[in-house]
């Protein structure tokens, strides 16, 4: 029997040798998140995309209340087993950071905190009763800050029942004049590939984004060398592009910017096809169009940039990885989810203002709702 | 089912994990981490279609491979009177069951997936089936066997190259992989499995790395001659064929980002359609001179 004990124990350990990591770092400690990300990646931990898929979660940066509450919501939606690390000192330099993850994983593997956790019943059902609430209210219980998103309905004054306590989706026209569930979601403040600390409330009638208002904006974004905020800018738009292996290849540029480290070979080669990729081009033709330069262009000329510029951080200091918030709710409306998405983070390049306050928007300071003209539907 | 078939089932499951991670060990290791995971479940789910969708998406796979000549005799597990149209009713099964993945949870994200899967739907599925008509027509019937038997003299692909192609790339869009990986993209947080968690997580996955593997093999043995080779026909050069069509795949989605299925859907109605459509004339204009 303990024979079979112990070979179940190794399986396991064997099994959750490279579990699936979330990185969710404020952003005034964008840089250290990068530097989990590098220690993670090295042992092979992939990035997970959702709560669901995380199995470690790492929480970067003392975070005011609300990114606080945003962090226990990704916490609170992963499954077990899982294990969870919160650097708020500074644990910035390599060796803290791996022994941090060293002791994640020994959480992770351990049987009995995990069973102990597996078996906590309850959350779901005390979800559900936050939830049980009057319409209207729904969202509010919710803290807006739902990554994994299943905020359904809440719509301006259409009753349409409810399950589970849930208010149903209500109708609304879409673009073609049909009658199409109307879904609420909310893009933020943690997700991968997404501006840390902006919050996006979209509704959406299938896939298409009809109104988009920005709720909070990050406070004080870290600011960065030019090229060191280009190559995040280019890694996030791929990843996000689904060109994995690019985004992987080039995925520790901008951490190697920082520390003034010039490209590898593999690296310009991946730059100079990213550059002249038609099928990339064609993707991103017309996604975010801001002085007339739309994605594709912008990536372009951030390829260029990487390729031909300077060695290190030599550049103007001074970049955040934030979009300026204004410009967000006009490029997302009228697009198709994904494109929304590229939409951002081909704009989360922006001159921070001195002393790192960056384009942050005071939150909901920006209300705009666009029913039609959608320019960009072809 | 033989143990030729399990075998099979085996290696055609893990082969394009294995290309892709280039790691034998990898796919094994996320297979065991998600055995170990706790299911999940969001308030109000539908439990029964997402059960469904659960039992399909590998089930379907396996009814297709059911019609691929995989046996160590060279023969499919079973034979009909119609086997395209079978492989192509089990595929269309993926059509259903992926609805009902990116249903059940009962959230915005895997939702949104399932719309594009259905946007995807409509760019490919009306191409593939061109691509499978035009190999009935060229071998005179819907049977596996008779279209290895008529590519005795010259392997398809020289005759139908535009019709291999499309297969190839339905079967990556059915499978929601590679550069039509939108529908489980990772601006979607993966879309319609951005919910699903454990055993359940692992049989999606599984289903889906099993039916682009048994899609291989089927490209092989519609457009590549199957088990047929130069020297020694056998099981063993249908596996070396499958092996080569699931590299290529690997190897055109490591150059590619995801194709954005509302563009897609473009080319796949002006160009790539009429391009089938073309292909299929062709070949028979071919059959009726005798030349095939």
């Known amino acids: ?378 | 089912m033989t143990a030729a078939t399990v075998l099979w089932v085996v290696v055609l499951a893990l082969l394009l994990p294995i290309l892709q991670t280039r790691s034998l060990r990898e796919p094994l290791r996320s297979g065991a981490r998600l055995l170990a995971e706790q299911p999940r479940r969001l308030p109000a789910p539908d439990v029964l279609l997402g059960r469904l969708a659960v039992v399909l998406v590998p089930s379907a796979a396996l009814l297709a491979l059911a019609v691929v000549p995989v046996g160590f005799a060279g023969a499919a597990w079973l034979s009909t009177s119609a086997d395209l149209v079978w492989f192509n009713a089990a595929e269309v099964l993926l059509w259903v069951a992926w609805w009902c993945a990116g249903w059940s949870p009962n959230s915005v994200l895997p939702l949104v997936g399932a719309y594009r899967f259905l946007a995807q739907g409509l760019s490919y599925e009306l191409p593939l089936m061109f691509s499978l008509i035009t190999v009935g027509v060229a071998a005179g019937s819907l049977r596996v066997s008779d279209v290895l038997l008529a590519q005795q003299g010259v392997w398809f692909v020289v005759v139908m190259p535009v019709a291999a192609a499309v297969f190839m790339c339905a079967a990556a869009a059915f499978a929601s992989w590679g550069p039509f990986a939108g529908p489980m993209g990772r601006d979607l947080g993966g879309g319609v499995l951005a919910e699903t968690t454990g055993p359940a997580r692992l049989a999606l996955s599984a289903g889906r790395a099993l039916f682009l593997g048994v899609a291989a093999a089927m490209t092989a043995t519609l457009f590549l001659g199957g088990p047929a080779g130069p020297v020694a026909s056998g099981w063993w050069w249908l596996l070396l064929k499958t092996v080569l069509v699931t590299a290529v795949m690997v190897a055109l989605a490591r150059r590619l980002p995801v194709l954005p299925p509302d563009r897609t859907v473009d080319v796949a109605w002006v160009v790539v359609l009429p391009l089938t459509i073309v292909q299929a004339l062709v070949v028979s204009v071919l059959v009726l001179r005798g030349v095939l």
């Open chain 1, 1 to 378: 029997m303990d024979l079979i004990a112990s070979t179940a124990n190794r399986l396991r350990g064997w099994a959750l040798g490279r579990p699936r990591v979330a990185v969710l770092a404020s952003p005034e400690r964008t840089s250290t998140g990068w530097r989990v990300e590098a220690a993670a990646a090295s042992r092979g931990w992939p990035r997970a995309g959702s709560p669901a898929d995380a199995d470690v979660l790492v929480v970067v940066g003392d975070h005011a209340t609300d990114l606080a509450r945003a962090c226990g919501l990704w916490w609170h939606h992963m499954t077990a087993p899982r294990s969870r690390v919160d650097i708020s000192g500074e644990a910035d330099h390599e060796s803290g950071i791996d022994e941090l993850l060293d002791a994640a994983l020994v959480r992770l593997r351990d049987r009995d905190t995990q069973r102990a956790a597996a078996t906590r019943t309850g959350e779901a059902a005390e979800l559900l009763e936050q939830r049980r609430t009057p319409h209207g209210s729904a969202d509010d219980q919710h803290g807006g800050h739902d990554v994994g998103g299943h905020d359904m309905g809440g719509h301006a004054g259409h009753d349409m029942g409810s399950v589970a306590g849930l208010s149903m989706a209500s109708t609304g026209q879409d673009r073609d004049g049909l009658a199409l569930d109307v879904l609420v979601h909310r893009w933020g403040p943690f997700l991968p590939g997404w501006p840390a600390g902006l919050v996006v409330r979209t509704t959406l009638s299938g896939d298409v984004v009809t109104s988009a208002v920005v709720e909070q904006g990050p406070s004080r974004p870290e600011t960065f060398p030019r090229p060191v905020a280009v190559a995040h800018a280019l890694v996030t738009v791929l990843d996000l592009a689904g060109w994995t292996e690019a985004a992987k290849v080039l995925s520790h540029v901008p951490l190697a910017r920082l520390d003034a480290i010039a490209p590898t070979g593999a690296e310009q080669r991946w730059l100079s096809r990213v550059r002249r990729s038609r099928t990339l081009r064609w993707a991103l033709r017309d996604v975010a169009v801001v002085d007339d330069q739309d994605a594709a262009d912008r990536v372009a000329q951030w390829c260029e940039e990487l390729l031909t510029g300077a060695k290190g951080g030599t550049g103007q200091v001074g970049w955040t990885v934030h979009p300026a918030a204004d410009l967000v709710p006009l490029v997302v409306v009228g697009t198709e989810l994904a494109r929304a998405r590229i939409a951002v983070a081909s704009l989360a390049l922006s001159p921070g203002r001195p002393g790192g306050t960056g384009s942050g928007a005071e939150p909901h300071a920006h209300h705009q709702h666009h029913h039609t003209d959608h320019g960009g539907a072809s």
